[in-house]
């Protein structure tokens, strides 16, 4: 494995947010106005930065994603993507371990591609709990990969260590592009909410999860105006990872080739634009960033942290980089954990933090769990 940090070193000391510390929370801060612009001032330092396999000091750009895909997803899959996809990965070298999913489909009962919608990628894969009580909660996976690559079958991988813990997992497909517009994206998410509160009674408790281009999404169900619905969701909590959360940026990179977003597209699909006055006071909402982001990653999870109205934590995780961030998910010990033994403090320094100790040899999987035991 490679430990050359890819990213320039010019952009890395203009961006970088200070010292990394072991992991913090920080408070919610003063609302902020927006729009702000994004500092990568240069087309190549923008698209630098919106590369977030450049800045991983654990893997080097061609095998990252390669790596992501071998512990994501369902084994099928990656055979299928040994012939590659030129929108987010060359073709796959390595298969560092058995495919998350495939691995959480042989060991769990699930329901798999159950349509919530008539477009072929309007499917949900649910993984039930291993004991399911009469009602349990579920955690709504959304899946990353720029909008344009990925799918629900590279979802499962987070399931394993909650359906062990009574919680259902719940992976989205959508359609992503250039066949998927954004605007389709946010829609078809949203509905896939609402068709869970209406056919699934048993499920009380919606936890939402998304990683990176899913985060963005997840936050946009969370700006849902319901009552264009017939039923409001009940989310009680969000984990948003690695996230983008202001779209602007992005249509100056090679990330809009496929999306091909107009201003106004971008403008109206990001959560940073459309944050709502209140949420639920019972949802929790976590933004997670990691270490190894890019400093642009880092300031748009920092803002919108800042920009909300309502309650939002901000964890900053050590060590890890855009893509392990939440690949851990499918281990039992990793990060997050023991700060949800205690609530998921609010008002907390780092030194507080670091003083108690609280993260070493946790996981976010375990931050979940302890958000959906508190509810
Ligand atoms: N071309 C991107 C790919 C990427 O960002 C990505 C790949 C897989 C899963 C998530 C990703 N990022 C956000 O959705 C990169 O350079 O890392």
Redesign the pocket.
Known sequence: MSAEVRAPRQSRARFSSGPPVRGFLVAPAPRRRWPRRSPAASPQALEDHY????WSPRLD?DTI?DA?LAVTAAGENVRHRERGCAR?HGPLLHRLQPPGTERARASAQTLLHVPYGSGDREKLDIYFPTDPSETFPALVYIH???WQ??SKDDSGFAAPPLVSQGVAVVAVGYDIAPEGHMDTMVLQVRRSLAFLAEQYPRIRGIYLCG????AHLAAMVLSTDWTEFQVVPDIKGAVLVSGVYDLEPILHTYVNDALNMSREVAQRNSPMRHVPPAVPAACEVLVAVAQHDSPEFRRQSQEYSQVTGWSVSLLDLAGVD?FDVIEKLSEDSYLLTQVGSRAVPRQITCQEVQGQGLFTGCSSSQVILNMISRA
């Open positions: 590369s977030p396999s450049r750009r994603i992501h987010c990353g990969g720029y690559c990925m990683h990176s281009a899913g855009h």
